[in-house]
């Protein structure tokens, strides 16, 4: 496997099981948050996509290889990091634990690529496609974290009272996240929203809003200039006064709409990383920002 320029980051080596504690790999920040939440002491947990990195594009070091070996559990989503999942497949079939079941994914319809003609498809040009982004929908995040709570009582029957303490936490404040996003979005002036990439499907459909993506499930891909006139006459239409872009992709295609359409930028976080090694923002204070920058925009009284 090629290498990113990526040490192995986050947290103790997975191999080290000398302390008694139970080795896990999460392969980005959403499942490395549940990982270390429910966890606790009672974890050593190495993270794969390191903060600024976009984990869709994840390349391994031989040593993040050899991390993913020696762990007890590889906490991952399937089809979203190739390389992961090819790690995973040769070195850790036993140890791989994919939480996208426990998510139900859907087909959402979010999804395109482009004709060949240049002009942006539908989804049904990618039949079958799910989204991935099943972390931003509060409800499904905690189906994923009631999931890993459960693999890690099983696999560590002693520590399992623990375990399911702090999972009850985690649910109470994800509970308490979903009923401020049913309140603070109920009722809103405009009902769509503009982002960089199509990775809001599930928070819009959960929320009674409607999602626009310039581009579809892969947050770098350059879409196409169709797809562009298309999201602008929709700005226009709608009277759309945001558009939204993320940390860890170049804003340029958002910053090119919102001046030719003459609205504002602001950012969405996708939260599939933070931004930097020394930040102090977590998925619980991002969602909350993201529910500010929405009501925000969308005139949500």
């Known amino acids: 496997m090629a290498a990113l320029t990526l040490a192995g980051c986050g947290g103790s080596s997975a191999g080290s099981a000398t302390d008694g504690k139970l080795d896990v790999v999460a392969s980005f920040y959403p ?6 939440t429910v966890g606790g002491d009672a974890v050593n947990v190495t993270t794969l996509t390191a903060p600024g990195v976009e ?35 040769q070195n850790a079939e036993g140890a791989g634990f994919d939480i996208a079941p ?24 990618t039949e079958g496609a799910l989204d991935p982004h099943f972390w931003l929908d509060p409800v499904r995040y905690a189906a994923g974290v009631k999931a890993v709570e459960d693999k890690f009582a099983s696999l560590d029957s002693a520590d399992a009272d623990g375990y399911h303490a702090r999972a009850k936490t985690l649910l109470d404040q994800l509970g308490k996240l979903d009923s401020e996003y049913r309140t603070g979005l109920a009722h809103c002036e405009l009902k769509t929203f503009v982002t ?23 947050p770098d891909a350059e879409p196409a200039p169709a797809r562009i006139k298309e999201v602008q006459d929709i700005v226009e239409e709608q009277h759309v006064t945001t558009i939204f872009y993320e940390e860890l992709v170049s804003p ?34 991002l969602m909350q920002e993201n529910l500010h920058e929405l009501q925000k925009a969308n005139g949500c009284a």
Do not use: W
């Not at 499942?31 to 270390?36: P, V």
């Not at 998510?103 to 539908?122: C, R, V, Y």
């Not at 910053?255 to 990383?273: N, Q, R, W």
């Open 31 to 36: 499942l490395e948050f549940i990982a270390r």
């Open 55 to 89: 984990p869709h594009d994840l390349e391994l070091t031989p040593k993040q290889v050899a991390a993913i070996a020696a762990a007890k559990l590889v906490v991952y989503e399937k089809d979203l990091q190739p390389a992961v999942d090819e790690a995973v497949a």
């Open 102 to 125: 426990a998510a139900k994914l859907e087909a959402t319809g979010a999804d395109f690529e482009e004709h060949e003609n240049g002009a942006a498809a539908p989804a049904a040009h």
């Open 196 to 218: 960089s990439h199509q990775a809001f499907a599930y928070l819009a459909h959960r929320y009674g809003l409607t999602m626009i993506g310039i581009a579809g499930f892969t």
């Open 252 to 285: 340029k295609v958002a910053d090119t709409i919102a001046h030719d359409v003459g609205v504002k930028t602001a950012v969405l976080s996708p939260i599939e990383g933070l931004s930097n090694a020394n930040s102090t923002e977590t998925y619980l204070t």
